[in-house]
Each structure stands twice: as C-alpha cells, then as structure tokens.
C-alpha cells in the first residue's frame, strides 16, 4: 500500500477546528476569525456584471487580469507609499495561498523559517509542507515580535522569517522602528522577510508600516488580501508581491497548483480597491468599539490581557480549565496552544460579532471565571 509523505504527516487539523467541532449548534462564536459586515455592494455588483458579461468564463492570466494588479499596485501606492510594478504581482486564492508559495518557492528541504509564537496557525504547517524546520520565537510581553528575537534566532540554516502585523492571534501591532529592524535583518542577513500585512486596515492604536518600505535589497515580500479589509473572506482573493525574480519562482508554484485565481472574484476584488472606501473604516471604528468593550469585561473579570491594537482578537491569560468552562456554557474561544507552545495559558477571543452578543458572551464568560477559581 502506498503510505502518506512525511511532509503530511507532519500536518494535523488545526486545534481552532476541533474546538468548532466540540462545541454546540447554538453556541456564540468567539472563534471565528470573520468580519461579520457584507461584502461591498459595489464589489458584489462588479462579480454580477462580469458573469453576465461572460468574462469570467475562461482562465485570467496565471498572475491575475492587469486591470486587477494595476488596483493592486495603486493601493500599495495610497496606502503603504510604495512604488509596487502590476508586473510584480500574483493575485492568489487568499492569503493563505500566497504565504503558501511564498515558502515553497524559498524553502529547501531542511531549511528553517522563524514566526511568532504564538502565531497563525498556517506558518508552521506551511512550513512542514515544504519540507523546511519550522522555529518558533517567543513574543515580548505585549505579544509583539522583537526583532532581536528574531536575529538571534537566525543561523546558516535560516531561509526566511514571517512577521505578522497586526497579528493573528494576539491583536498585537509592530512598531515602525520594528519594522525598520526587520527590513535591516532581512538584508544584512541575507534572508527572505515575508510580511503577512492581511489585517493591516485594523489598526487602533500606532501605525501600520510595511518591511518592505524599508528594505532595498529585494528581500522582503509581502502577502495581502481582501478577506479581512472587506470582509470578503468567502471570495478568496488575495496576493503577493515582491522583487521580480521571486514573483517569477512563486508563479511557478502557482501556475501548478492554482493556475489563477477565481475570475469573478478578481473583478469583485478590483472594485473593492478601487471603490469607495468607507465601509472599511466603520468596520475598524465598529472593531475598535467592541474591542473596548471586551477589555473591560475581561479587566471586570480579573483577567490579564495586553490591549490589541488592532485585528479584532484578544488574547487574555486565563486559569487552568477556563477554556473548556467557557465552551462548556456556550461560547467558542479557541485555547492559546492552538497556536504554538508559547500560547499555553493565553485564550483567543475573536470580537468580530455584534455587539448585544458579544455583550452576552462577556456575561457567560465571567460566570466561566468565577466558576474556575
């Protein structure tokens, strides 16, 4: 019989799957790491007027139609004041896909890659799959990445580090002199920087600054979509976009697995870019006024938690069982240790629900508390 590749082996479900699967039908979901708003209806709109048009039947090409990259790259340009060519550009199945052939295009076997822990839990898995050794850092204690964690970490091995900012699942958001340090870490070492930038519109407190503003060397590329900005998680859309010899190796990996993203979704993506971008910031104004409200039930609680500044995740410290005590009453949060060793005693509370029931959520979870101490 024909056995399984190691490299599978390596690769479990993840834990956020497996706590959905123990809770009940009707409990609240604090899990989910979904923006809870429509899509846009002029992004909708733009998918409609395609397929009636029969644009979309045939394959894009493999990097994405040029109209869809052009947007692409004149958003880089408003909003990271980066000077990015269309031609250097993949449009992908999500983020998920384009962290995927950013590491299968840069990893040889045994090689190793630095990520937060605790992190997304993608950058290990995807790690295993291509056949590189996953090593996971430590955060500071505001749940941040500290460059010199990473540097220290870095060895003759080392093919590429991942920062994520803001980050899933802490919340937590890098400070542009970090930024700049990764960038100088990346080019004094000689080593791939692969910025995941999906959350980048959710920033409460500071700034958002991409590596890759700061590096010269071609060696920072940065992953993107519009799953989070424009809650358009379902339409799969997203990106990555880099110096054009590494574009070229990625499209490689692409071209095999994927050969181009969802057309309608291209056309749907390239509105939501070019459009109207108002509904991005009540989503971040709604985010940020549900985030309060979190913090201070938990702080009511007598729960310690670095304040997110951005995302929409918290990451409290919790006693032994409150986990299991809190989805025993109802509600999904997902244990820390879903995301690496260094989450063990943290939880992840995803506020990207409407308010009366995250409200009602707060009510369970600190009856959960008091039950557990």
Sequence with gaps: MTGFSRRVEQVSISGIREVFEAAGEDAINLG?????????????????????????DAYTSNKGTKELREAIAEKHARDNDLDVDPGDIIATSGGSEALHIALEAHVDEGQEVIFPDPGFVSYDALTNL?????????????????PET??????????AFVVNSPANPTGAVQSPEDMREFARIADEHDVLCVSDEVYEHQVFEGEHRSPAEFSDTGN????????????????RLGWVTGATDRIERMLRVHQYA?????????????????????????????????????????????LDCPTPKGAFYAMPKVPD??????????????????????????????????????????????DATAAVR
């Excluded at 809870?36 to 007027?49: I, N």
């Excluded at 990473?150 to 093919?159: C, G, K, L, Q």
Aim: glycine letters at 10%; a negative charge.
């Design 130 to 146: 291509a056949g590189g050794t996953p090593r996971p850092v430590p955060l500071r204690e505001d749940l941040t990445m500290a």
């Design 321 to 366: 069982g409150w986990v299991d005590e809190v989805i025993d009453r109802g509600v999904v949060v997902v244990p820390g240790d879903a995301f690496g060793e260094h989450g063990a005693g943290y939880a992840r509370i995803s506020y990207a629900t409407g308010m009366e029931t995250l409200k009602e959520a707060i009510d369970i979870m600190a």
């Design 258 to 302: 994927q050969a181009c993203a969802s057309a309608p979704a291209q056309y749907a993506a390239e509105a939501a870019l070019t459009g109207p971008q108002d509904q991005v910031a009540e989503m971040r104004e709604a985010f940020q006024e549900r985030r309060d409200v979190l913090l201070d039930g938990l702080d009511d609680m007598g």
């Design 32 to 56: 989910l790491g979904q923006p809870d708003f429509p899509t846009p209806d002029h992004a909708r709109q733009a998918a409609v007027e395609a397929i009636q048009a029969g644009k979309v």
């Design 220 to 235: 920072v590329v940065v992953v993107n979509a519009c799953s989070k900005a424009y809650s358009m998680t379902g339409w």
């Design 150 to 159: 990473v540097e220290e970490a870095i060895t003759e091995d080392t093919a």
